[in-house]
């Protein structure tokens, strides 16, 4: 029998909320908090507030069967639960440096109510905020600040998230590992006990049948545990900005980069995942965790010229969208321009740092008039200004002089290339840019194809 916990989440955005329904489904009581008022009476009546594929269905029955329930103070949840998560927001500040004022508040939240709880085990606050090396120290600072003295029991565990957005339900039940860091090995038990279903995959199968094995369970210090989150979204973003540097040469040499990437792909120091041309990167973690490692290393004095060196290539991807339409239809004034897919990426109706915003306004900016299509994230961006949203993939390019491939959608991916041809203007020019289409078979069907680092293009 899997013991449960009562489980109390702060923040119910992208991670707390997936957080907060993902353990209810296993079992454990979990009451997800948020200051946001109109945000909880939402979620109470069903009301989404983000769009995650198979969250709205999970959110509903953990509501219905009692399992997980939606507040906005914490004191008492402070006094009955056994973990209490910090799933707060923490945006890029000066510099990029993480603003740490969210999770400071909840933690000085948490001491207050603690003081006042009369405990009789220790609770276990667990980061899953992505916060820079040394705020596990930080938290627990501040906790016994907002205790004012008082006499109280707890433990502070990192728990660094790994979430991808648009695939956050199954990466919470089939994580590539579970990561915690903690001074306290008794903190450490309650937290693999809270996971065992997930690390020994030992929950139901209806929802994906395949052959499961035990997810890694890796415990180190706070320090390093941190460390590992930022880490592992760095050199994912470095290794975008390495294939896009290489499209960039392809280009001048001739040579294919989706074939270059599939060739080193298989070199299984390398592999194939995070080699896809293009754009680039943007969305809420890798923007924001790049930023936050390279100020954490100026604060030490020192230049991470590698984490530099990525941020301006994916800067410069962007750029290459202008340069390619510029090159191609001259002049911009007066064309208009089809942006296919708004998101930073498909299955999500987030825009932060979305590719699609920055090209949108350089090209207002320009004379275009600029259309965006997406089959989620149209609601969000109808208003930005100089862009039109429509709803209709095929109304987008309907007259365009151009179209833009920015989020690789399903939809986007199915595009008729000959009906699109037909809708469009001189010079019907396509830019990929997620290298979806075959070149040849873009411009057998009319259009005339632009990729990155595409032979041929």
């Not at 999770?103 to 085990?121: H, N, Q, T, Y």
């Not at 395949?210 to 941190?226: G, H, N, Q």
């Not at 990929?432 to 032979?455: H, I, K, M, Q």
Request: include cysteine.
């Amino acid at each position: 029998m899997i013991e449960s916990f009562k489980v109390g989440v702060v923040g119910s955005g992208y991670v707390g909320l997936v957080t907060g329904a993902c353990l209810a489904s296993l079992g454990n009581d979990v009451t997800c908090v948020d200051v946001d008022e109109e945000r909880v009476e939402g979620l109470k009546n069903g009301v989404m507030p983000i769009y995650e594929p198979g969250l709205e269905e999970m959110v509903a029955r953990g509501y219905s069967a009692g399992r997980l329930a939606f507040a906005t103070g914490i004191r008492e949840l402070v006094g009955e639960a056994d973990i209490v998560f910090i799933a707060v927001n923490t945006p890029p500040g000066d510099h990029g440096s993480a603003d740490l004022s969210n999770v400071a508040d909840v933690a000085r939240a948490i001491g207050a109510s603690l003081a006042e709880a009369g405990r009789e085990s220790p609770l276990v606050v667990v980061n899953k905020s992505t916060v820079p090396v040394g705020s596990g120290d930080y938290v627990s600072m501040l906790i016994r600040e907002g205790a004012d003295g008082a006499d109280m029991g707890y433990r502070v565990v990192s728990n660094p998230e790994f979430l991808r957005e648009g695939s956050a339900v199954y990466d919470s039940f089939y994580p590539d590992r579970i990561v915690l860091g903690a001074d306290s090995r008794d903190a450490l038990d309650v937290m693999r006990q809270l996971y065992k279903p997930v690390i020994e995959q030992s929950f139901p199968t209806e929802m994906d049948p395949r052959p499961k094995t035990a997810v890694p369970f890796v415990t180190t210090d706070l320090a390093s545990a941190e460390m590992i989150k930022y880490a592992a979204n760095a050199f994912l973003a470095t290794k975008i900005s390495f294939i896009n540097e290489v499209a960039t040469i392809c280009d001048l040499v001739g040579a294919d980069v989706n074939n270059v990437a599939a060739g080193i792909g298989l070199d299984g120091r390398i592999g194939p995942r995070f080699l896809n041309a293009g754009i680039g990167w943007g969305g809420s973690c890798f923007p924001k965790d790049v930023a936050a490692l390279r100020s954490i290393a100026r604060e030490y004095d020192y230049e991470p010229v590698i984490l530099d060196a990525a941020v301006t290539v994916n800067e410069r991807q962007r750029r290459q969208v202008i340069t390619k339409l510029q090159r191609e239809l001259r002049t911009l004034k007066g064309k208009r321009i089809a942006l296919l897919g708004l998101a930073f990426k498909p299955n999500t109706d987030d825009l932060r740092e979305a590719p699609s915003l920055e090209i949108a306004a350089k090209l207002d900016a320009l004379g275009s008039r600029v259309v965006g299509y997406d089959p989620v994230a149209g609601k969000a961006a109808a208003s930005e200004p100089g862009l039109k949203v429509v709803f209709d993939m095929y109304e987008a390019l309907s007259g365009a002089h151009a179209a833009v491939v920015v989020t690789e959608w399903e939809e986007v991916r199915s595009l008729d290339l000959e009906k699109a041809a037909s809708l469009m203007e001189a010079p019907k020019l396509l830019i990929d840019g997620r290298n979806l289409f075959d070149p040849e078979t873009a411009e057998g069907s009319g259009l005339s194809y632009r990729g990155f680092g595409r032979r041929g293009a």
